[in-house]
């Protein structure tokens, strides 16, 4: 696949998954739920490696990929459904839209790129006002439990981390490969942690639409999903990748008001914009102050 379109499907598998986990997680334990939706991604991956023949290794360095993979899988998943019981939609993919400047941080002390110019220092300011915005609209008007709101940036810290170390792994390997290996690492893992936190299996109590949203996720947001945004993160720099979460929020707070009927208020959409203008101001800032110095004098 081009890698156009990998940045494409990507940007919409992650404008629809917020929406996806809540509604797979409305009748049966979040736990559960992510637990079956990474089985069927590892079932399909499987079946995926075994037709095409790709080679998956499995030497240390292969591993250590594998295991930095899984670490945003795990985190990241598993903190967003506990999260997806009581926090919106559109709010989980608003706390995930800092994920670039929380990865330029860590690419700091992990990978030794430069440090935050001015510019991104103010876009970091920003993110932390809309990101207090959005919170404090949660807990005082919706009764939101902070707890929640905790767990999704948590999640979010899972997730920038994790793309971060995956770039300290020199490693060409197929992104189906780097997919199987980071499924075969974590899948074990959401099946110990259902059977520890709840271990119940009642299909009778499942709503259809959780069904859905669970094989959806599982195919798309999973398998397809990860095999995209493997390949992206593989072949361009983190933070590009990472830019995909200025754009999906949008999208994520429209579905998560259309077909869930959630919440808009104008301190909620005030803190949205300033996420988006900080994401912005972090990724172009500099081009912008640039190209005016460079503007000619009249």
């Known amino acids: 696949m081009p ?72 985190g990241g998943m598993l903190l967003s459904y506990l999260a997806a019981k009581t926090v919106p939609s559109g709010v989980i993919s608003l706390i995930f839209g800092i994920a670039p400047i929380l990865s330029g941080l860590l690419a700091q002390r992990l990978l030794n790129e430069p440090r935050f110019t001015l510019v991104k220092l103010i876009a970091l300011g920003l993110s932390l006002i809309g990101l207090y915005l959005i919170c404090a609209v949660q807990i005082q008007t919706f009764q939101v439990p902070p707890l929640g709101l905790l767990y999704v940036f948590l ?47 009642t299909p009778a109590l499942w709503s259809e639409r959780s069904i859905l949203a669970t094989v959806y996720l599982g195919v798309f947001g999973s398998l397809l999903g990860f095999l995209a945004y493997f390949h992206i993160l593989q072949k ?15 999208f994520a707070v429209a579905l998560g008001s259309w077909l869930n009927g959630e919440s808009l208020t104008v301190t909620l959409l005030a803190g949205a914009a300033i996420i988006l203008l900080s994401l912005a101001l972090f990724t172009f800032g500099e081009q912008w102050v640039g190209s005016k110095k460079n503007v000619p004098a009249t």
Do not use: D
């Not at 940045?7 to 992650?14: A, D, E």
């Not at 499987?46 to 290794?57: E, F, Q, T, Y």
């Not at 983190?238 to 200025?246: E, G, I, P």
């Open 3 to 74: 890698i156009q379109a990998s940045y494409i499907f990507v940007i919409f598998i992650w404008s629809t998954t917020p929406l996806g986990i809540v509604w797979s997680s409305e009748t049966m334990p979040a736990t559960l739920s992510v637990f079956l939706r990474m089985s069927i991604a590892l079932v399909l991956a499987g079946l995926v490696i075994a037709m095409s023949k790709i080679r998956v290794p499995w030497h240390r360095q292969a591993c250590t990929l594998y295991s930095y993979s899984a670490l945003g899988i795990f």
């Open 155 to 201: 999640a979010v810290s899972c997730f920038s981390l994790s793309g971060v170390m995956t770039k300290r792994v020199q490693l060409a390997v197929h992104p189906m490969a780097t997919t199987f290996g980071a499924l075969v690492f974590v899948t074990p893992l959401f099946g110990i942690v259902w059977w520890v936190m709840n271990g119940e299996l």
């Open 236 to 250: 361009l720099p983190a933070s590009t990748v990472a830019l995909t979460t200025l754009i999906t929020p949008a």
